[in-house]
């Protein structure tokens, strides 16, 4: 604008003399070429031009071809274990407690003693049963003498056939004595055995339940202790009607279907399990049915009372089609995967998925082994979209850890426990 003012200030002609204006016309005319310039200057200065937009390079995404595998379908429940027997230490006789032979919570054996009981009182028992026995044996005898003496006498009238009568009546009651004697006897002899209290079964004893001194068996068996067998032991657990029904083929042949155990800790118990029991029904009231399995036990680390989380192969999904869990979108309640086609372009292909686990997903519908899925920048981009897409690949972890938690041997290499 200051060029274009400047070239106009040259066409005022000022009030002067002839001769000046001569000079002033000689100066005006040599001036035009200078106004031309500047007014030129001035149009081009005074407009300015409009930026072309830039081109923006299409989006850049990740695709991948989803992942085939077989992937096992596992049922888990919680359960909680139990022993296969517990069985009650009671004392069997009335007597004071003189020793106890065993630590609490220690492995016994079948046959170990661990209570010794006050044997005296038993002891006289037994001799006075003794005693017993040697007067109605002594009676026998006299009872089978007189039988013999009267028999030839009666035979030839010499007494009367009353009195053999007689005699062998009591010869009947003596041996019935001595064997009533001899019963007492024996019985005598069985509580003196109770006086020592041996272990029934070979488990883990708990605490006992009397103290030295205590005076046990009056009126009837006092429990000392409870002996729990922990190898094998059992895991119980109730299992949904759904799941039931899902596995019912492999649980109703028992042996096909092998079962894991999930410690607490989160340690794999080292060996498999197998089902020895499932209830005859379906609880009405929880909808869950009743089923129990036999777990070894060799290192004794489960005991009765403790929670598993308890695994069971109920099938394989042969040749799956796997995709990441964020590469599916979606809209409106339906469920959708980019796909990735001919010169770049992407298409909304709607699918159907199953299983999830983990970061991945299994496509039942909609997707073909070799669709090229967009598993990264998926937010980059809509149908009909050219795209740049670089080749990546399905993570594969998520599977893995999967099939390292199926038992039976399906685990992928993984270290498994041990079949029973």
Known sequence: MVVCVAAEDQLIPDANTDADMKKENRRSLTG???????????????????PAMPVMPPPLVEVARPLKADVPMMAESIGRTEAVASVEVRARVEATVEKILFADGTEVKEGDPLFLLDRKPIEQRVEVA?????????????TKLDVERLKPLAKVGAVPRKDLDQATSAQAQAQAAVESAKASLRGAEIDLGYTVINAPVSGIIGSKQVDLGALVGKGEPTVMATISPVDPIWASLDVSEVAYLNSAERLGKGGETVFSAVLANGALHPSFGKLVFLDRAVNAATGTIKLRVEFPNPGKVLRPGQFLRVRALLRTLPGALLVPE????????RENVYVVGAEGKVEMRAVKTGLHF???CVVTEGLGENDQVIIEGVQKVRSGVVVTATEGKVDESALNELRAKVPGGAGGGAVLPKKP
């Open 358 to 360: 983990g970061s991945l």
């Open 326 to 333: 964020y590469a599916v979108v979606e809209l409106q309640g």
């Open 32 to 50: 035009w070429p200078v106004l031309v310039l500047a007014a030129g200057l001035g149009v081009s200065s005074c407009k300015r031009a409009v």
């Open 130 to 142: 003794k005693g017993n026995l040697g007067q109605v044996e002594a009676a026998l005898a006299q």
